[in-house]
């Protein structure tokens, strides 16, 4: 059994930074490809950004330059380093697995991985 915790929401301001981690306990893998969504309250859930084995990262358009995703190796968590935070970055964020390494035109799929967390929440408010 594979379970994902994520921890470190809360509540900013404006330009202020924040990280999240997302714990994996339970089986490891050799390949994966980890990602973070979020899902802000009316909307449909989005890709954030995702990291798989070979170390290669790719970002929505909306968070590329601001967000980074790192993990230094398969026993240590996924984080997600949030900076120049707005209000437009509201939402639950959740990190998700899948055990092999998805090709480029798959990462946003949220359909494509197995394995999800139950969320964190991060406000930013103004």
């Known amino acids: 059994q594979v379970l994902l915790a994520e921890s470190g929401g809360g509540l900013v301001q404006t330009g202020d930074s924040l990280t999240v981690s997302c714990a994996l306990s339970?089986?490891?893998?050799?390949?994966?490809?980890m990602a973070w969504f979020r899902q802000a309250p009316g909307k449909e859930r989005e890709f954030v950004g995702s990291?798989?084995?070979?170390?290669?990262?790719y970002y929505a358009d909306s968070v590329k330059g601001r967000f980074t995703i790192s993990r230094d190796n398969a026993n240590k968590p996924l984080y997600l380093q949030m900076n120049k935070l707005n209000a437009e970055d509201t939402a639950t964020y959740y990190c998700?697995?899948?055990?092999?390494?998805?090709?480029?035109?798959?990462?946003?799929?949220?359909?494509?991985?197995?394995?999800w967390g139950q969320g964190t929440q991060v406000t930013v408010s103004s």
């Open positions: 339970g089986r490891a893998f050799m390949y994966y490809t």
């Open positions: 990291i798989s084995t070979t170390g290669a990262t």
């Open positions: 998700a697995l899948e055990p092999k390494i998805l090709p480029s035109s798959l990462l946003r799929l949220g359909v494509q991985y197995g394995y």
